[in-house]
């Protein structure tokens, strides 16, 4: 990707200027080993980009995102961080279209995983049909951290009673050997145990995952405080050779 200035200013600097500034104190060794295979990190904290985040989306946000920076993963980050504290207007496909553009840019797992949906809870309860059809197109991708991108912000945002027999239905039939989409689909699923533990377990007794992801969806549900010794006891058995 061509590393470009951003013509937004904050405070009189370019965002770039912020970013570099908060690299000073950044631990760049340890963020590289969360994120292998990533180009480009500065391992700035997280505490440090949100409130950033929280400063663009007070000024002309729009004009940053149009030609936001994205070389270094930070940058993509917190291109996402600034959608989640706009405030949307109505026009709720206008703001999709900026979601869009981030999930594009995403290229590691904590440049997905950070992102949250704007808006009040009202905003999105309004908006959460045409939310939850946005969030399929990317859980049906091909790509790797579209996927994953639809599979985690399914799981904060749809595990309810409406969805939840859709949701690991749509699960199951994601056939992508990215580790990144694997691990999600696990995460998620240990989600959907323990809010649906009956359902869940059903659905491990029937499910078509491969054998990776089943048996991290099993070892992740045991590893949950909130689920007793005796259900991790039969999730034990049900392990996969």
């Known amino acids: 990707m061509k590393r470009s200035e951003n013509t937004f200013l904050l405070h009189g600097k370019p965002i770039r200027e912020h970013i570099l500034k908060l690299a000073e104190n950044s631990n760049k060794e340890f963020a590289e080993k969360l994120n292998p295979g990533v180009e480009n990190v500065l ?21 940053y995102l149009a030609d936001a920076p994205s070389f270094y993963m930070e940058e993509r980050m917190l291109y996402g961080l600034v959608l989640g504290y706009v405030k949307p207007d109505d026009d709720i496909e206008n703001y999709l279209s900026y979601v869009t553009r981030f999930v594009k840019i995403i290229n590691s797992w904590s440049v997905c995983d950070s992102f949250k949906f704007a808006g009040s809870k009202k905003y999105f309860s309004v908006h959460s049909d045409r939310i939850w059809e946005y ?5 049906g991708s091909d790509k790797e951290y579209e996927i994953r991108f639809g599979v985690v912000m399914s799981m904060k945002y749809f595990i309810d009673d409406s969805h939840i027999d859709e949701l690991l ?7 992508h050997e990215g580790y990144y989409v694997r691990m999600a689909v696990a995460w998620a699923i240990s989600f959907c145990f323990v809010a649906y533990p009956e359902k869940t377990m059903k659905y491990l007794n029937r499910a078509k995952l ?3 992801t089943y048996n991290k969806s099993i070892q992740k549900t045991i590893e949950s405080y909130r689920v007793d010794e005796e259900t991790k ?3 034990r058995a049900m392990k996969r050779k």
Request: glycine share 2%; charged share 40%.
């Open 43 to 63: 391992g700035l904290r997280l505490p440090d980009l949100r409130k950033l985040a929280v400063e663009i989306a007070k000024s002309d946000w729009k004009a």
């Open 135 to 139: 969030l399929k197109s990317f859980i």
């Open 169 to 175: 239905e749509l699960y199951d039939n994601i056939r």
């Open 210 to 212: 491969d054998d990776f």
């Open 233 to 235: 006891n039969k999730l």
